[in-house]
T-cell receptor, first 112, second 114 residues
Framework: RKEVEQDPGPFNVPEGATVAFNCTYS??????FFWYRQDCRKEPKLLMS???SGNEDGRFTAQLNRASQYISLLIRDSKLSDSATYLC?????????????FGRGTQLTVWP | DTEVTQTPKHLVMGMTNKKSLKCEQH?????MYWYKQKAKKPPELMFV???????INESVPSRFSPECPNSSLLNLHLHALQPEDSALYLC?????????????FGPGTRLLVL
């Protein structure tokens, strides 16, 4: 069983749409959670960390449900520039340092 | 500043060549990472250095040899690679501020092995 499961999509939505991505993780002891964004042929860039209380950054809202081991990302009022692959990422911390586990990524295309 | 730099941006090498990838960060991060990423796949961890010591080697073939000369630099020495080693090689670094250990990635080196 994969550490992080994520719907690969693709999601194709019109500008202005609201789109939601979901992700589940298998290790209940996982400690930190992130969404990264990766544009084609570029490196992953941190979009936002995810907290149990939920957090919002402009049009982006992330939620974490530890009981269900479930993470979500909501994008409101989609822009063309939101087109990218969104990686759900979980940090498991060993005795000395943490290690990231990546979902396979969800591809989003926003069309005009 | 959350910048990780990598050189070169692109590299083409033959199977008998020896080359090195370089990574640098000046954020005072104590952990540095090498990842390999194939098209349409997530990054795969290769090596982790913590306080300049190799902490994790994900059973990477010996034709890949990491080196951490100091706390700001990370190298990946390549020798006798195979065409299937062609990929994007990403360097990352992290701090552990607040226990969150956010990792920041460099732009990567796109490697083609002929």
């Amino acid at each position: 069983r994969k550490e992080v499961e994520q719907d690969p999509g693709p999601f194709n939505v019109p500008e202005g749409a609201t789109v939601a991505f979901n992700c589940t993780y298998s290790n209940s002891a996982s400690q930190s959670f992130f969404w990264y964004r990766q544009d084609c042929r570029k490196e992953p860039k941190l979009l936002m960390s995810v907290y149990s209380s939920g957090n919002e950054d402009g049009r982006f809202t992330a939620q974490l449900n530890r009981a269900s081991q479930y993470i979500s990302l909501l994008i409101r009022d989609s822009k063309l520039s939101d087109s990218a692959t969104y990686l759900c990422v979980v940090l498991d911390r060993g005795s000395t340092l943490g290690r990231l586990y990546f979902g396979r990524g969800t591809q989003l295309t926003v069309w005009p | 500043d959350t910048e990780v730099t990598q050189t070169p941006k692109h590299l083409v090498m033959g199977m008998t060549n020896k080359k090195s990838l370089k990574c640098e960060q000046h954020m005072g991060h104590r952990a540095m990472y090498w990842y390999k990423q194939k098209a349409k796949k997530p990054p795969e961890l290769m090596f982790v250095y913590s306080y300049e010591k190799l902490s994790i080697n994900e059973s990477v073939p010996s034709r890949f040899s990491p080196e951490c000369p100091n706390s700001s630099l990370l190298n990946l020495h390549l020798h006798a690679l195979q065409p299937e080693d062609s990929a994007l090689y990403l360097c990352a670094s992290s701090d552990s501020s607040g226990g969150k250990e956010t990792q920041y990635f460099g732009p990567g080196t796109r490697l083609l092995v002929l």
